[in-house]
């Protein structure tokens, strides 16, 4: 028998990315009301201790607004159906998935355009950016399944093993 190798992900967002997402759409889904770090934090299971330097990055790209004093909190900035997770994965993340995707096209290799394999990372990028970009706010407190998901991304459902 060959070597089993596990199964993994490859492209990992850092947590700050995902607390920052799981944020904007527990805000989305109280649109308009003035919510405590407190509530927040309980709601989305983020540590309340690092609520406030998710929500500072969230501040910063002018996705939140921060009402202060007795009953003050935080609440989403207007317009919000059309913030995409795009907008909230490159507020925090690189831009792109490797270096030689970047505007000066770093390569150890000095291989940009007739590399395969960074042809290949720019395929990989187009395809995520698309993605990040349909998925909006609105859509996803729309809390649509895996399948409706698959075809609102343009993606064919796999078949699984009760369709064969």
């Known amino acids: 028998m060959g070597t089993v190798i596990k199964e ?6 850092k947590i700050t990315t995902d607390y920052s997402i799981r ?3 527990y805000l989305y889904l109280k649109r308009g009301q003035v919510l405590s770090s407190e509530e927040i934090a309980e709601a989305v299971k983020i540590p ?4 406030h330097t998710v929500t500072g990055y969230l501040k910063k790209g002018q996705y939140i607004e921060t009402i202060r004093g007795k009953n003050g909190g935080f609440r ?3 317009p919000a159906d059309e913030i995409s997770l795009y907008d909230i994965v490159t507020l925090l993340e690189p831009e792109k998935i490797n270096r030689c995707l970047e505007a000066d096209h770093q390569c ?12 290949f990372y720019n395929l990989i990028q187009d395809d995520w950016n698309r993605k990040l970009k349909k998925m909006t706010l609105k859509l996803l407190a729309s809390n649509p399944d895996i399948q409706e998901l698959k075809r609102l991304l343009n993606q064919q459902p796999e078949k699984s093993s009760q369709d064969t």
């Open 8 to 13: 993994r992900s490859v492209i990992q967002l």
């Open 23 to 25: 944020i904007m759409l």
């Open 48 to 51: 309340p201790n690092y609520l």
């Open 76 to 78: 989403l900035a207007e």
């Open 108 to 119: 150890s290799r000095k291989g940009y355009g007739v590399c395969v394999v960074s042809r």
